[in-house]
């Protein structure tokens, strides 16, 4: 409804840029499906199968793909990061996937002194500190868990949740190496023995029927399968559950050949290759090594902790801005914005007091409109926003279309302006009683217009976590505010 898939892309690279504030460059990188598949569909047919029997699906309803679907299809993404100062966009390609590729450049700018070969004058970097060289800091941007065996203590890995939650609303999360060790109590760099152990339902790959909390001990105390083979050869396992025992005590040679051969397949599926010189074409390194040190001896020289920052992106006190900057409300903000603004005149009108546009409540949780209470009774009790009222525009892009049967929402504009005005009459009056009655509001959420099930899942998910913070957003459907005029005072 009026927003664009590249519209969204463009929102995601802001917020992420935003949260992380990069000081260097910010690289992207596109898989490149290769004929035939890559090296792990090829090491195994059930890899991804979920995934890519979507697309074939998807592909039955349409022409099917063609040769040049994929390039045409990313250019638009390529172009809107090449666009970034500093940005860098990079297709997989030999039959690597894009964590592979992202591996490789994590290797690549490693070391402390990458940047010797284009060093002149023995140009030395210092922190801010100034206590001599210091490496650069990564941090890998995705939701893909698999990053994490990527982590060391100059790359981080910033989680990208699916949706906001109240303890994180702008749906991100870092993970370190100290964090990581400090939930799991083995290395990252055991990761991949990890997944080999318990398998990943995303990429359609089982386990050997070890569960995650036995696989962390088992590693914790062996750190490798290779370890654990170990010590069950040395009848060190004795006492261990007896899912150990049946996959590393087993017997029954067929049977245990067989595990190990599942075991050492999953490991490979998992373990990415990271070597710079196998999985980035020449091109790719000179570029990116040229482009890193221009930049680096350009730009003045921050410390590791200020070059890695987020800004706050869980402490909703302090980052609101960022939580304003997360998709799903930047994206709507384009839709709902005007539409607010003019709502927020009409309140100006009939004298409801103070109108704060994009607010957001005392856990983060961004809203459209707060009317202040002028009594200052409300008290943030149930179904009131600090002494106020909560107002939600319902944007165009808010609602779910399906391909075959509009939504009544998105035929709303048909119905007579008398009757919009009416009821955004009828709404304004509710409004009004209910701030200067000391800011409550009865019930969960307050939907006069009954748009709250054909909102799509995102905007309904923000919407239980608003009533799960204690407000109750009024919902007000675009429909309503189009043909209105200030005649509502």
Known sequence: MGVSVRSCFEAWVNFLIAATTPHLMVIAVFDSPAAGGNRKQQNSEDYLRRRRRRRRQKDLHTSGPSPNSNAGKLKPFIETIESIDGGIALLSGGGYEADECIGAVCALFKDANFLSAQRQNAITTTTTTGKGSSPLSIIIASGDSD?????????????????????????????????????????????????????????????????????????????SIEGIE????????????????????????????????????NREIFSSITNPEAVLTSAQREKLLAQAAARFFSIPSRSRE????????????????????????????????????????????????????QAATAKGLPIDLLIINEGGGGGGGKGSVDGGVAVMVCAPCDFTISNSTESKAAKAPQESIENAEHLLKSIIDDIENASRGGGRLEGGVTDPCHVGKKLNRAVQHHISLLKKAGVAPVLIPWWILQPTETSMH
């Open 230 to 265: 170990q010590a069950a050869q040395q009848g060190s396992l004795q006492g261990w559950p007896p899912a150990v025992d049946a996959v590393f005590l087993n017997k029954n040679e067929a049977s245990s050949a067989a595990v190990s051969t599942q075991l050492e397949r």
């Open 306 to 357: 200020e070059g890695r920052a987020l800004v706050a992106a869980t402490a909703p006190s302090s980052g609101l801005g960022l939580v304003w900057h997360h998709p799903l409300h930047a994206i709507r903000w384009l839709q709902a914005g005007p539409l607010a603004q003019n709502l927020a005149q009409i309140f100006k009108l009939r004298n409801l007091g103070p109108c704060e546009l």
């Open 147 to 223: 990053m994490q065996q990527f982590l060391t203590p100059t790359i981080s890995w910033l989680h990208i949740a699916s949706l906001p939650t109240l303890i994180a609303p702008s749906a991100l999360s870092i993970v370190t190496e100290t964090s990581f060790y400090s939930k799991n109590k083995f290395p990252p760099s055991a990761y991949a023995n990890y997944l080999a152990l318990v398998g990943k339902k995303e990429a359609s790959i089982g386990g050997v029927g070890i569960g995650s909390s036995l696989a962390a001990k088992l590693l914790k105390q062996f750190h």
